[in-house]
């Protein structure tokens, strides 16, 4: 079955949520295979992210489970498990796990980030193929505008 390109018009009357939708799991999809082909996990590099005192994490001090869930409660998903993901990090001696619960980055895992942290503009490269710059602002000024259409802020 082949199906004609929408019209313009047609593409107005699209619901946005739909697309979106279809775009934010594609996307995470994309881009969570990337990296398992590298081998690592999206949830392993937020880890390492949140712990190292060059990244996310403003002073570099351990966390407990419990905080880096609340540190990354916007972007986790349902299947994120941080116990598991935490773990083959502990056993590849990219994290440890201190007497009190808190997991700390080594200089191991440190290296790691920086590594991992490389992939990322491949990976942008690819879903932005074929999209210039300034077509791609113009998405996110319609999506930021709709979010505050909605009541929702964005700033």
Not at 39 to 44: A, E, I, L, S, V
Request: overall charge negative.
């Amino acid at each position: 079955m082949t199906t004609s390109p929408l019209t313009d018009a047609q593409l107005a009357t699209q619901p946005a949520a739909y697309w979106t939708g279809l775009a934010y799991e594609a996307l995470i999809a994309f881009t969570r295979d990337r990296q398992a082909e590298l081998g690592f996990t999206q949830p392993q590099f937020w880890l390492l992210r949140n712990l190292s005192g060059n990244d996310i994490s403003a002073d570099g001090h351990g966390m407990t489970l419990p905080e880096l869930r609340e540190a990354m409660r916007s972007y986790l998903r349902p299947e994120d498990d941080l116990t598991a993901e935490s773990r083959v990090l502990v056993e590849r001696g990219w994290l440890r796990l201190d007497d009190e619960g808190r997991l700390w980055i080594t200089e191991a895992g440190e290296a790691a980030r920086v590594d991992l942290k490389q992939h990322g503009p491949a990976i942008r490269g690819r879903i932005h193929e074929g999209i210039d710059d300034a077509d791609y602002v113009t998405a996110l000024r319609v999506l930021r505008q709709m979010l505050r259409n909605t009541g929702r802020p964005v700033d």
